[in-house]
Structure formats: structure tokens, C-alpha cells
């Protein structure tokens, strides 16, 4: 077959692909059974394999479901609707029971904790204002969902009245609708499983064809209340049933990870028996009042994981060992297998982690492996079959370079005292590679959240070097886009107009997205805090001001020596710095307004040293924020109150806060505020 002919197949297979996944995703209606979908993207895997030239079409590898769809009203959630944390084994439970353990800080707490079911189905939340329901929102991006109100109500079981004195003023009821196992049965020709079918059913615009659908819900938590009636999840639970609410029966209480583990092993082999999909067991502190004191991270509550079912697993050979670079100049190596079905997903990659787990494991081209998916984990590597080893096998010997020729290094770890077990290239947008991954982070949904420009349009674009830096986004030449495959007038002006909403950014979601190595989205709201405005975050370029400002860092409390190195060494890259500018000057970076709350330690700042008796320095700090204070991690001027913990306080601090005339107060002193 001549190249012009095997391009021809390879685009037909790419249509093909797309036009059934547009009818999987967004219409729920697949047009062919998962086998007959599988078999065709493995062919156009392999063929692509087969001729490398062919990656600048596209991959099938990187397709992704349906978008958000656009047909009903956007409304706000009173209270985001976060994702959990996923834990997949005993130790990551351990692990989640101590995190809760050290953040509260009181052994006299006789923790409980709440499981239910993790119903494999939709989420979404119903508002209920003096009793009547009012709005139904589908969880969406998590902060803003689809009005579906008209949907739900098709659900004869969900209340649409609360009669009980007791029902707050307003109250936010999260439930997950789903489909039963025997209804799927009678109408599975129209869907590919029970969790398409439900999704589906709340798509439709018109109610009447969500009413043919058989959906059931169950109800599992809350968003808003005013006022709190509740004490205990197990307590809210009991009295929304009471209300008519349907709530899983298999929810029980647990107190410590013997009884966790054995409701686990239970629930899981009651699996197949039961009459609605689940992935797994979620556990809650029971207590809502540590559940307020614990609160969340930026994506996820501290006092609540999903604890998934076993990991799918399956066999297949390694065919190659590439290495791809990432956006902090990471070098990781990836197993190119075999394709194989694991958990209902067709896998032909699988990640080797770093340099030190292909040395442990002793990976090697050729090797028969075991691999397993765990949820929405990237497939990974789980052990070798030694016995199936080809006798010419040969150890993998791991690049000390990266793919754009540069040396890579392991960086030393001040808090290990060892070095990384991850090489990295440190040229930053210098390595073309690193550069790429650095725009995919850049369009992603936490930073710009460009819809429309993932990372296989990235991809594409970067080939075909429509854009090379980040503000080239802002200087797309859409004539030239207009003849690519696929593109049309509707999708380019849907990418022009995410693009234009994208140019207006908050500066801390500025500061996260130009991927400075360490910069998380917290850090990015700490540093935002203390910069203020774009004006003065631009003076890192100068390297007088840069060495003022990163000075002045080290007095930021979550901001340590680390991140103070990496954007030090971030801005000392010329190209980092120009790049940076440039991109400066095509947007409108909003100045950082954080809300000013009154509270007890209002306009303060104050810092803590030593260990608290009944609670964390973590939560020590969310109460300080929480009531307008701001929290130091240096003694400096600047201080107002240092409060000194009972157990092992620096002596130097407490001298040197003295010396400066700066308020001391002890634990006791500290907790008569918290209570006054």
C-alpha cells in the first residue's frame, strides 16, 4: 500500500472513531457494540505504529468523551459540587485516617466514620426553598451545572414537596440518579450501559422522553443549609428518609480500618448480586462538625474518599520504551504494549513512573507484564512474568538526555536529603518538548480553560506550528485552521470565542498557569496574596526586585525555600521571562482581591511555633484566615502576634519576637480567644 493510500485509511478510521464516539458521548445512542469499537481502534493504533508519520493526523489514543452540553441554562451551585479523592487499598486508607488524625490533632476524638455505596450513575443536586423544590442542577463543571430541573421531576420518587416542620429554609439535597440493572435490560439496544442510558435520559430537552426512561436515584449528601438541623451524616440520612428521601440501605457506621476494611471485602462480593452498578465504597467522617473544622483542599473534601474495588488487570507484552518529557521537564518513561482491554478501556500504554521503578522491577522490551487500571488512573505496570523472558532480553538502559539532546539531571531533595527518583530537563520552554506540555497545562481546565484546545489540537497546532509559546494562542491565524480536517465555521468560532473569554484571568490562576515548577493552584492564591496586582508579580523579572521580593517570601506561611529556589530558577531562563512577558501583554490579568473577612484577628498577622495540644497548626491557620487574619511564616516587623504551642516551641523565634516588641500568647491564651 503506497503512503497516499495508507493516509486515506488512516483518516477514514480517525471519522469513523469520532462520529462513533459523537453518538456514544453526546447522543448516549452507540452506533456499534464496544467489541466492533474496540477492534477498530486497535487497527488504527497499530497502523499508526506502524507508520510513525501519521501521529500529525491525530491519534486515536487521545480521544476524549462528550463536551458540556450547551442546550440547557447554566446555573450556580450554592456550594461546589467537589471530587472526591480516590483511595485503592489498605494503606491508602491508613493514610487518609492519619491525614484526618494530624489535621485535628486531638486524640480525646472517637472518630466514626459513615460508608455508602458508590453508585456508578449521575450526580446531581436539588434545591428545596421552604420545602418545594425550586431547582436540579447535574453536577457540571462542579461549580456551575446544567438547569435539568424538568428532568428530575420525571423521577415520580424525588419529593417534590418536604412536608416536616424540621425541613430548613433552604437546603441542598446531592443525589446520584442511575438506571437498575434489570430496566437497563429492556432498553439496551438504545444504550451502551446503564450509565449512558442515565445520562442520556437527563439530556433530552424534552421532558416526556426522559419520562420513558425507568431512572431511580439515590440520596448520599448536602450542599447549602440555612439553618443547620443536622449533627452526624448517618443523622441526616435517617431524617431525610423520614422525608421521603431514597437512601442507600447498605450505608453503615465504621470506626476504625479493621471495620472499614471489612465492610469493603463485604460490600464487593455483594456486588454482582446488587440491581445498580458501583465502583466502590465512599467513607465520610460521620461528626459534621469535624467535618467543617477538616474543610477542603482545592479539589476535594479532607474528610471524605472513595475507596475503589479492586483494580481491573490483564496481561500483554511490552513492545517498545519511549520517553516523554513534561511540562517541568520530567522525563518519564512509558511501556508501548500490546493492545488490551482492562476494565472495559482499551490500553496500549502504560507508565513506568521514573528511572528507579524500571531498575526495581526490572522492566525490560519484550517482557510479559501484568498491568492494571485503577478508576481514572493512568494504567500502570504491576509486576514482570520473568518466566515468559526471551533469553536475548536485554536490561533497559535509561537516557541520561533529554529528547531535545539536553543532559537531564536528578535534582537534590532538602526535605529527603536525597535525590529525586524523576530526571528532568531544565531548559524550560528552551526544549521544545518541555514547551509543548507547558501549553497543554496552560489551556487546561484549572489554568486558562480554553474548551476546544486540548491537547490533541495542541498537538496539532505544534506541528503544524500554528503555535509554539502561549501567546500565540492569541494570534491564531483561522484561515489556515479553516482548511484543516474537521474544522468548520461553527468550531472556529466556538475556539475564538473561549479563546476571547480566556484573556481575562485572575492573577493567581495567571501565576499557576505559566507552570512553574512547585507552583500549585494554593500557591498560586498565596503568591497572588502578596503580589496584588500583575505590576508587581512583573517585577520578578528585573533581578534587583526579583531578590527584594523573594526575600520578602520567606515571610509568606505555605511558601518555603523550595518554591522560592524554583521561581528564582524560573525567572533566571531569559527565554522563561520573555515568554512570560509576551504573554503578559495579550491578556487583562485581574488584580487579586481577597475577601476581607471580620473576624477576631482581623488585619493581623500572626504566626505559630510549636505543637498544638487539641488541633493541627493546619487548622490553626484555616481559623486565623477564617477570621480575617493572615498568616506569616517568618518573625519580621511585620508580625503582630506570635502564639507559642505546648509542645517543642523555637526558642530563637519567641527571643527574637520579644526583641521586637511583637505580642507573645501561649496555647491557653490562644484557645480563651478562640472561645470568648
Request: hydrophobic letters at 35%; glycine letters at 6%.
Amino acid at each position: 500500500m503506497d503512503k497516499k493510500n495508507i493516509i486515506k485509511r488512516y483518516k477514514k478510521n480517525l471519522q469513523l472513531l469520532k462520529k462513533f464516539n459523537k453518538f456514544y458521548f453526546e447522543k448516549d445512542n452507540p452506533r456499534v457494540n464496544d467489541a466492533e469499537y474496540d477492534q477498530l481502534k486497535i487497527k488504527t493504533l497499530q497502523l499508526e505504529k506502524q507508520y510513525i508519520f501519521l501521529k500529525k493526523f491525530g491519534s486515536p489514543a487521545d480521544f476524549v468523551g462528550a463536551k458540556p452540553a450547551s442546550k440547557f441554562k447554566k446555573i450556580k451551585h450554592l456550594k461546589p459540587m467537589l471530587s472526591l479523592s480516590n483511595s485503592f487499598g489498605k494503606e491508602d486508607m491508613e493514610d487518609f485516617i492519619s491525614k484526618i488524625n494530624n489535621y485535628l490533632n486531638d486524640k480525646s476524638l472517637n472518630m466514626e466514620f459513615f460508608s455508602e455505596p458508590k453508585i456508578d450513575g449521575i450526580s446531581a443536586t436539588l434545591i428545596y426553598e421552604k420545602g418545594n423544590l425550586t431547582k436540579g442542577l447535574s453536577r457540571g463543571d462542579g461549580v456551575t451545572g446544567e438547569d435539568i430541573l424538568d428532568n428530575l421531576k420525571t423521577i415520580k420518587e424525588i419529593p417534590k414537596k418536604i412536608v416536616s416542620k424540621e425541613v430548613p429554609n433552604l437546603i441542598e439535597i446531592r443525589c446520584e440518579i442511575y438506571i437498575g440493572k434489570k430496566d437497563f435490560m429492556k432498553i439496551r439496544e438504545n444504550f451502551a450501559n446503564p450509565r449512558n442510558a442515565a445520562g442520556g435520559s437527563l439530556r433530552q430537552k424534552n421532558p416526556h422522553e426522559t419520562a420513558k426512561i425507568p431512572l431511580k436515584y439515590f440520596a448520599y449528601g448536602f450542599g447549602a443549609i440555612e439553618t443547620m438541623v443536622f449533627k452526624k451524616q448517618s443523622e441526616f440520612l435517617k431524617r431525610i428518609s423520614e422525608w421521603g428521601f431514597i437512601t442507600n440501605p447498605l450505608s453503615v457506621i465504621v470506626k476504625n480500618l479493621d471495620e472499614i476494611e471489612n465492610q469493603h471485602s463485604k460490600i464487593e462480593s455483594l456486588r454482582s448480586s446488587l440491581d445498580y452498578d458501583i465502583d466502590g465504597l465512599v467513607y465520610k467522617v460521620n461528626d459534621l462538625s469535624l467535618q467543617k473544622r477538616l474543610g477542603n483542599t482545592s479539589s476535594s473534601p479532607r474528610w471524605a474518599t472513595a475507596y475503589k474495588f479492586s483494580a481491573e488487570k490483564a496481561s500483554t507484552k511490552i513492545k517498545d520504551i519511549v520517553i516523554q518529557v513534561g511540562r517541568t521537564g520530567a522525563i518519564t518513561p512509558v511501556a508501548k504494549v500490546i493492545p488490551v482491554t482492562v476494565g472495559g478501556v482499551v490500553v496500549s500504554n502504560a507508565t513506568l513512573h521514573n528511572e528507579d521503578e524500571i531498575l526495581r522491577k526490572d522492566i525490560r522490551v519484550g517482557d510479559t507484564i501484568q498491568i492494571q487500571r485503577a478508576g481514572d488512573v493512568i494504567p500502570q505496570v504491576v509486576s514482570v512474568d520473568i518466566s515468559k523472558r526471551e533469553k536475548n532480553s536485554k536490561k533497559f538502559n535509561f537516557p541520561t538526555k533529554c529528547l531535545c539532546g539536553a543532559v537531564t539531571k536528578k535534582d537534590f531533595s532538602k526535605s529527603t536529603n536525597k535525590k529525586d527518583a524523576v530526571r528532568r530537563c531544565g531548559r524550560g520552554y528552551e526544549c521544545k518538548f518541555t514547551a509543548r506540555e507547558k501549553l497543554k497545562h496552560i489551556v487546561s481546565k484549572e489554568a486558562f480553560n480554553i474548551d476546544g484546545l486540548g491537547k490533541k489540537v495542541i498537538d496539532q497546532f505544534w506541528d503544524l506550528k500554528l503555535i509554539k509559546e502561549p501567546s500565540d494562542i492569541f494570534e491564531l491565524k483561522y484561515e489556515k485552521i479553516k482548511k484543516l480536517e474537521g474544522w468548520g465555521d461553527l468550531s472556529i468560532n466556538n475556539l475564538k470565542k473561549a479563546i476571547i473569554n480566556s484573556q481575562t484571568i485572575n492573577l493567581d490562576k495567571f501565576i499557576y498557569s505559566i507552570g512553574i515548577r512547585h507552583i500549585g493552584q494554593e500557591n498560586g492564591k498565596i503568591l497572588a496574596s502578596f503580589f496584588g496586582s500583575i505590576n508587581e508579580f512583573s517585577k520578578l523579572f528585573d533581578l534587583k526586585s526579583r531578590k527584594r521580593l523573594l526575600n520578602n517570601l520567606v515571610d509568606l506561611d505555605g511558601i518555603g525555600q523550595t518554591q522560592i529556589e524554583s521561581i528564582e530558577n524560573f525567572f533566571l531562563n531569559e527565554i522563561n521571562t520573555k515568554i512570560t512577558k509576551n504573554l503578559i501583554n495579550k491578556l487583562n490579568i485581574k488584580n487579586y482581591s481577597k475577601i476581607n473577612i471580620s473576624g477576631k484577628f482581623s488585619n493581623k498577622k500572626i504566626m505559630f511555633t510549636g505543637g498544638f495540644q487539641k488541633m493541627s497548626r493546619s487548622e490553626a491557620k484555616s481559623i486565623t484566615e477564617n477570621n480575617g487574619g493572615k498568616v506569616l511564616g517568618s518573625i519580621s516587623k511585620k508580625l503582630d502576634i506570635l502564639v507559642v504551642g505546648e509542645t517543642k516551641p523555637t526558642k530563637r523565634k519567641i527571643e527574637q519576637a520579644k526583641k521586637l516588641n511583637i505580642k507573645v500568647i501561649l496555647e491557653k491564651e490562644w484557645n480563651k480567644i478562640l472561645n470568648s
